[in-house]
């Protein structure tokens, strides 16, 4: 039992000998006050001899603002850098992680961390933060480019086809930066972009429930096929093709400029005569404002409600005073919801060569409307006399008839089948067209015809006319 217990003692003292000699051990290796243990690295790095902790990390920090980084999307990629995003090295973080080994826990644990740093086996990762507002300026920028609109299912009455719908995509902003922080968290330098589907109003499944039987409401206009309507025809046809069989369902709205979309070359459109400001020059897309008329009167005999609709600034030959509605995209745009208690399809199509009919079907109309209008007021137009270089000499050409302008009041009286009475009005007002002459430059004014019906004078003339009589007074 003696020898036993000699030998109990010695290993005891044995021990407290070694850990002793690890404690005088620690003692050599211990850091100076704000550095780490000897050897450690911090982030894959080893901190200077000669380089203070926070002013080391904190150039580390900028420097690595300047890493360029991808956000992916399937197909997509977007560089930026971690600066853009609001990820930086978070200072006061990691110089407390840095600091931790070999100063906390017991002697023994503290010993241990000590010698391990020396040996190179310890590795503390940065700490990183994320500036929330600043990553979601930089993915707000990108989320334009990410969105892919969902299109609605639609009938394609020609062909008899169901087009089945396509779900859009959004960026999801808040599972971005989680995607973000994992990665940076992991030292990635591609992170995925997250997305959430956006599912379309109308369905496949929907379009089952369509009756394409019963016209609610219809309007038709005509338009020349030769000269320069062979442009219009054009386009009228291929903005109808847009918007045939398009479903809406009950308390969706319907957007021509979404619809019909950019009026380019690339989308079959070409030029043709389109009004800007008071007189007709060509661009692409002319015509187009026929169909939104056509449309727009169908919408109105529908009884739908019309939620954004402008007047064109002349009277359209194609149509009665106040039944147009013009549209250029994508600043001017016809809007209009379907209050009925159906689905409805818009079919819009060229019953003829040089026509254009829109349809409203869905059921059995639920109301009668009566459309009203009546002239205001009228305004004179001038005579514009523009001078061409191009022109031979002594040569003119009446490029555009002049118009006057007009203030119009429409009202609808709408019945409803159950014997409800609604009436809207609106105002639409026309500005004078000027008729346009175009002349050569030599070419003597007066051998041009006298004024028409409804011209005042011509363009200028009158206000030098009047400045003159107040001098001589």
Known sequence: ?????????????SGAALTAAAAVGAWKVLPASGRPAHGLFVGSRVLPADRDLGAWLDARRIETGK???????GMQAFDLHLSDLGVEIDVAATMNAALRPGRTGVWKTRAVELMSARRGEIDVPLVWSIDARKAATALSEIAPLVYREPKDARLDLTAHLRIPEITGEELDLEATLDSVARGMAEGHEAYRIVTRPIRARVT???LAHV????????FETKFQLWGTGAGRAVNIGNAAHFIDGTVLMPGQEFSYNQVVGPRTRARGFTDAPEIVGD???NGVGGGVCQVASTLYAAALYSALDIEERSPHGRPSSYTRFGLDATVSYPTTDLRFRNTLPYPILLHVFLPKNDAVRAEILGGEPIAKVEYLSGVARTQPFVRRITRKPFLASGKAYRHQKG??????YSLVRITYNDGRKVERGYSSEYRP????FWV????DEAQLPALPEGATGVEGREVASSAEARTSG
């Open 440 to 443: 050569s430059a030599d070419y």
């Open 211 to 218: 009756d394409i039987e019963h016209v609610v409401g219809s």
């Open 279 to 281: 007189e007709l020059q």
């Open 204 to 206: 496949t499944e929907a």
């Open 1 to 13: 039992m003696r020898r036993s217990r000699g030998w109990l003692l010695a290993l005891a003292l």
């Open 67 to 73: 890493r360029p980084v991808t956000l992916l999307n």
């Open 433 to 436: 067209t000027p008729e346009v």
């Open 403 to 408: 118009i006057k302008g007009y203030s119009v």
